[in-house]
């Protein structure tokens, strides 16, 4: 009986719970330094550009505890050269490890420290550095500094707890430029950047949950306004398991709405490789009883004409067959939306043996696509293997594919055991691939270039101090307060949420007004080219106390905000202050009687035959007076008094007409 | 035994974890006042404080807890650990060359003490074939393991037992010694072994780590391939030096044992060759000879040991405005040579002359060499140059001044004939002095010229 598995769309939370789904997140967020985290060099400055590469190897080495992790030993096995694009402003010494660590800088540390405490995290009182292995190149160290500040916290879902394992800090890692072959690039720029990294307990159960606590977590780093914002600054891990399953991680994903098809799709696979472990055990295969046979094959197909090995052969590279005893059929098994067992076998292939020209390999399973049946018959024979066997041919250089057909065995020997512990890569397709076997923590080992650092419990007190409101209280008080739902989200996660409170509690503004003014028309200015960022709170209070006060009409705050900014954008040498724009504005709002004066003068100036709609002659009449009183009058009172005025007019022709 | 159990803890710590009956390696569930910590007491370094407790949790990482927020501490099993390197037995093959490495400590045979979290010497040939197998290869390896101490801690006695290590290694037939040693006083020891050991038929090879070698990233393996591979195919019977040459895991260097000087504090590419061009390019595969003039590899098996060192001798690095009294106070605690490391050409201020001419009168050994280290000393340039000679000072050419150091106490060691020093000091056993200095001895290039960045673009360094 084939496997089944719903489609993305049918599956509900009855099926996850009946699959024993669980799920899982580590967030990777960068801070808002000044330098990186264990080192002088300016934090957040990205390029391409680079001025030298250097080269280097990685080794696997134990742990203090005695034993090679087995990434370790996987990386070993690829035996990669990795060069790494060095910029002189972005990198220094120490990112190539030519230079011990400088202290932890400060100000990543208290801005961890404020989220382990928005975390409600058991804090920890002294920090040690560990070494985390990463042989695959992305650290030049071999290891990423890192450290945890906090236990055991949790965060409110929907009624629930949703528990935080950890909070980490850490360096981030290189950017990956290319890995072909033997050979891996890496951008050193963003090296050393520091990042925090909560970590949940397998606590979701469904695609959606995760979503939602994903998001959870993101609005709560922004809120300390610590975190850096924008494409790659925040990075999320998935770890997913099933019932009988592993804990298997998905790396990398940039975008949270992207991680529901994800975790579907590797649910789903973990499932399907249970029940071909299943299906091999039915047919008398165990991890140990597994029976193969690899041998050179390049004679026996030396004649074929079938793309890619005809190539392969013309460039007098070696072909392998690996026979798999009993396998016959289960490689077209899906075990991932449009993905078969066989990329199991050949992810293994192009990651570890480093054949990384796909396809990499071809199977019995797909026999009509390809080869000729006379070379499969050829093979089989030559292999003396029988309809109820698998064949898989891989072609490279000699080591190359004597490490492939070593992967494809242990792979087939995993897969009679069940799931292997990997870390997967996420695919755009929304389906994952394998990245490197998954790290345990034989992987860590104490950093021994920088000793213990205690943390003063008055260091932990001045930040709870000033801890931001949490980010779902503060839009539970918007949503009181009655704003709408994007202001709510839009100002919570603002760096204006403390101005906010401060102008709606102290100077009574009106909380929409506020709030337009802090998110809407600043951003704006942003987008224009202004610099909101460059006024400071106390000069936008100034501008709003002014309106508070009586001296500003509402229209006013954004015009004189603007005319600041403005000034300063092209004159920065000028230090312009709120009261000098201020004093440029009347003191006193224009009274109701002067402006009525204006707006019959306009209105009976109007030309009612290019404004024949009565809609139009007031939009033409408010545009012709507000711009002489902008700031002064509260426009919502212009534009009533023009209506009215418009209807007094209408009135009046109404009955001259009538008369006549 | 007590002291085992609570390793490296001492006051408040050692008292909490003593009440609460556990020890290093309990696997403890901890209770404090702000919050619940699973995981399993590690050892804790004896330079740390003694307020914290020191767990490793589950998922790997060390924390800290201070130890007077403990309210309680719950045993629920022991985990001793024990760091291995996977030892497996040194394959020999007779067709191979042997060679014997000589441990001495330092950073190239080191492992993690993860109670002290600092970097401990180790090693054995099982060892060492478990973490650079590629050793197997290239040659039969013995090691013996002389000292562990860093090289900071090496001294008389400790080159003269390895001297005297090397002699009968050498009467033994290996085709090869390599000494393990700590990097910061590598070019101290090359030196001196450079005297004592003289006219060797097989290559002598000090090699070390810049980086830790339980650190992915380390140098050591390279470093200790190189010089494997130097000792048992070289074809320069010398003391000489394997370190990395650039920054990149390319090739290593090898360097005359007398004109190699350590020059940046943490570049794996640290150890240059002074005011000459390296002897050797050396790599996995090949040895690429940069010069020829070095001695070469004989079959016989007679050296030359001779372990004289005298050691009231120091070097003086001159700064502007020094105060003779330094001069004289070095006299009269009985030194018996000084090396001058003196500015430009070989100078010092006039103020310091009447304590020089006094202390050559009481028969005390003057040398003068350079600290801008490359270049040769000329103090006939200039007057100042002739006065300073006149008084008795010596000119040591273009001797390094660590090295002129380590040939002054090992010529005083055997003779203190003013005329017999000078003729021993000033007559080159290997480069120490050199006739030439040829133009490319002076290179270190500067960054941001255009043609420097051009090269850095292209060429790894």
Known sequence: MPFEFKPFDEMTPEDYAGIGFRCGLEVHRQLVTRTKLFCRCPAGRYSDRYDTEILRHMRPTLSELGEYDG????????????????????????????????????????????????????????????????????????????????????????????????????????????????????????????????????????????????????????????????????????????????????????????????????????????????????????????????????????????????????????????????????LNEETQEDTTFAKEFSDRIRVIACLNRLPNMVHSDTASESLYGRDWQQLRKKMSANQNDALILVWGDEADTQTACQEIVIRAREAATGIPSDTRQ???????????????????????????????????????????????????????????????????????????????????????????????????????????????????????????????????????????????????GERLSVSDVLDAVPDRPTSEKECMVHIKTAVERLDHGRFPTSAKKHRYVMGLLMNDFRGRVDGRKVSQWVSEELDAQRGHDVSTKVQA | MTDKRFQGYRGTGKAVLESHGVGVWSEVEVESTHGRFNGLILPRSETSDDKHIVLKLGNGYNIGIAADSITSITEHGRREAHYKIPEKEFPVDPAKPDVTLFGTGGTIASRLDYRTGAVIPAFSPGELYGSVPELADICNLRTEKLYGVFSENMGPEQYIRLAESIGKEIEKGVDGIVIGHGTDTMHHTSAILSFMVQDSPIPIVMVGSQRSSD???????????????????????????????????????????????KMHSSYRSTFRTISDVPLAMIDQKSIKY???????????????????FEEMVTILYYYPGMNPDIVDAIVDKGYRGIIIAGTGLGHVNKPVYPALKRAVEKNVHIYMTVQTLWGYVQMYVYETGREIMELGVVPAANMLPEVAYMKLCWTLGQTDDRDEVRRIMLTPITSEITEREPYNGYLIYQGEIPEVQEFLRTIKR
């Open chain 1, 71 to 330: 990434t370790a030993l996987m990386e070993k096995k690829t035996r990669k050269n990795i060069h790494y694009r060095i910029h002189h402003d972005t990198v220094c010494t120490y990112e190539f490890d030519d230079t011990p660590p400088f202290f932890i800088a400060d100000d990543a540390l208290d801005a961890a420290i404020e989220l382990a405490l928005l975390l409600r995290l058991n804090l920890v009182n002294e920090l040690h550095i560990a070494r985390k292995q990463y042989l695959d190149g992305s650290i030049p160290t071999g290891f990423q500094r890192t450290t945890i500040l906090g236990v055991d916290g949790w965060i409110p879902y929907k009624g629930r707890k949703i528990g935080i394992r950890q909070l980490g800090l850490e360096e981030d890692a290189c950017r990956e430029v290319s890995d072909v072959g033997h050979d891996r690039v890496y951008l050193t720029d963003r090296l050393g950047m520091p990042l925090v990294e909560p970590v949940t307990e397998p606590d979701m159960r469904t695609p959606q949950e995760a979503v939602d606590v994903a998001w959870i977590i993101r609005k709560l780093c922004r809120s300390t306004g610590k975190v850096r914002t924008g494409y790659g600054t925040a990075r999320q891990d998935v770890n997913v398991s099933v019932k009988g399953g592993t804990r298997v991680e998905i790396k990398g994903v940039p975008q949270i709405w992207r991680i529901p098809r994800l975790v579907y799709n590797e649910a789903r696979r973990q499932c399907s490789l249970l029940y071909i472990r299943d299906e091999l055990k039915r047919r008398g295969i165990a991890p140990d009883s597994l029976e193969y046979r690899v041998d050179d094959v390049t004679r026996v197909v030396a004649r074929t004409r079938d793309e890619p090995i005809r190539s392969a052969l013309d460039e007098g590279l070696r072909v392998k067959c690996v026979v798999l005893k009993g396998f016959g059929g289960l």
């Open chain 1, 426 to 572: 996420a695919l755009k397709d929304g389906t994952n691939g394998f990245e490197r076997v998954l790290p345990g923590a034989d992987r860590m080992y104490p950093d021994t270039d920088l000793p213990p650092l205690a943390i003063p419990p008055e260091r932990v007190d001045q930040i709870r101090k000033r801890l931001p409101e949490y980010v779902w209280d503060r839009e539970a008080r918007y949503r009181a307060m009655g704003l709408a739902d994007d202001m709510v989200e839009a100002l919570s996660l603002s760096t204006y949420s403390d101005l906010f409170s401060r102008l709606v509690d102290e100077l009574k503004i009106n909380p929409t007004f506020a709030a337009v003014v802090l998110c809407q028309r600043l951003k704006a200015f942003r987008r224009q080219g202004l610099r909101p960022h460059r006024l400071t709170d106390d000069e936008i209070t100034d501008v709003f106390k002014a309106n508070a006060d009586g001296r500003l009409a509402r229209e006013g705050v954004v015009h004189i905000l603007r005319r600041l900014l403005d000034r300063r954008v092209r004159e920065p």
């Open chain 2, 215 to 261: 650190r992915p990233s380390s140098d050591a393996a390279i470093n200790l391939i190189g010089a494997v591979k130097a000792a048992a195919e070289g074809d320069i019977a010398e003391v000489i030096v394997c370190m990395f040459g650039p920054t990149s895991d390319q090739y290593c260097l090898l360097h005359c044992g007398t004109r190699v000087r």
């Open chain 2, 290 to 308: 940069l010069r020829g003039d070095f001695k070469r590899r004989r079959t016989d098996r007679s050296v030359k040991i001779n372990t004289s």
